[in-house]
C-alpha cells in the first residue's frame, strides 16, 4: 500500500457528505496526506442560451456558492491533517467521467464516495468508478464510521487477493491494534457422488483443500508480524457473496477489502464478479476495492471519451 498522498473524496449536498468528511480526516491523519479534492459533480444546469446570454455570470455565480457552502461544510467536520491542502472542485456532467477525469488529472492514489441507504440514489457511479478507476476506491455506507479495529477480506488465494490482503497488512501497520481476518468461501461441486463419498465427507475434503491452498499462500505474503486469522465458509445456496456479507456482520467487522480483478487495458472493464455484487449487495460496512495505483490502463481510452 503506497501512503494517500492525494484523495479525492465526493461530495453531493446529501447528509452522507460528513460522514464521508469524517473518513477523509481520518485517513489524511495516519497518511499525512499533502493534498484532498472535494469534488461535487452537478448532473446538468441545463440553461436556455438566451438565459446565460442575459445573465452571463449565472453559471460561475452558481459555481462560487456551491465552492462556497462546500468548503463551509468541510471546516465544519474535517479533523484531519491540518498541514493538508484542501481544494474544492466543482464540475458538470457525469459524476464517474469527471470524477475520473479528475483522478487521471491529480494522479490520486483514491477516492471516496458515499453508499446510500435511505436517501435518494443508485449506486451506479461506485461500480462504474471500481471498474475504471486508476486507483482504490473506498465505498462508504450512511452512517458509517471510521475504525479499523477488526478488517475482512475475502479471498481466492488469487494475485489480486494478495493484494487486498497486503493492503490491509499495511493498514493494520499503520492504525496498529487491527485484526485481520481472511475470509475463503467454498462449495462442494455437483458431482460429488460419484467419488463415493457423502456430502458431509466431500465438504471436510473442500475445506482441507482451502486450508491447504490458504496456506501456500500465506506463504507468499511478507505479513510484517501481523498474524492472519484464516476463516472457512462453505455456500450452500450459490451465493458467495452473501456469505461474505454475513460474516462480516456476524464478525461485526470495520470494514472489507477486496482486490480488483482488472489489471491490464484489456481487463480494465473486470473488477471480478464477486467484487461487483459486494459493491451492489453490501450497504452496511465500507468496502475498499484495491487497484494499485496506475495499473488500470484501460481509464485512458475511457478518458478520451469525456
Known sequence: MYLIKKLIVCLDQTELDDTLIEFASFITTVNLTKKVYFVNVIRNLAIPKEVLEEF????????????????????????????????????????????????????????????????????VASLRLARRASCSLLIVP????????????????????????????????????????????????????????????????????????????????DTQGIEIQPVYTQDEDEDPVQDIVDKALELEVDGIIIGAKGRTAATALFIGSMAERLIQVNDSLPLLVTRPKGKNAGILDYILEI
Do not use: W
Open 56 to 123: 452571463p455570470n449565472l453559471i460561475d455565480d452558481m459555481i462560487s456558492e456551491r465552492k462556497k457552502n462546500m468548503k463551509a461544510q468541510v471546516e465544519r467536520n474535517f479533523r484531519g491533517n491540518k498541514k493538508a491542502s484542501l481544494n474544492y472542485v466543482v464540475r458538470e456532467g457525469s459524476l464517474s467521467k469527471k470524477v475520473l477525469k479528475l483522478a487521471e488529472e491529480k494522479s490520486a492514489d483514491m477516492i471516496i464516495m458515499g453508499r446510500k441507504v435511505h436517501l435518494p440514489g443508485t449506486g
Open 142 to 221: 450512511e452512517g458509517a464510521r471510521p475504525k479499523v479495529k477488526r478488517i475482512l477480506v475475502p479471498s481466492d488465494f488469487s494475485d489480486y487477493s494478495k493484494d487486498a490482503l497486503e493492503e490491509a497488512i499495511l493498514i493494520a501497520k499503520k492504525y496498529g491494534d487491527t485484526e485481520i481476518i481472511c475470509q475463503n468461501v467454498f462449495h462442494v461441486p455437483a458431482g460429488y457422488h460419484f467419488t463415493g463419498k457423502s456430502y458431509e465427507e466431500f465438504s471436510s475434503v473442500m475445506k482441507k483443500n482451502a486450508e491447504a491452498n490458504f496456506h501456500k499462500f500465506i506463504k507468499k505474503i
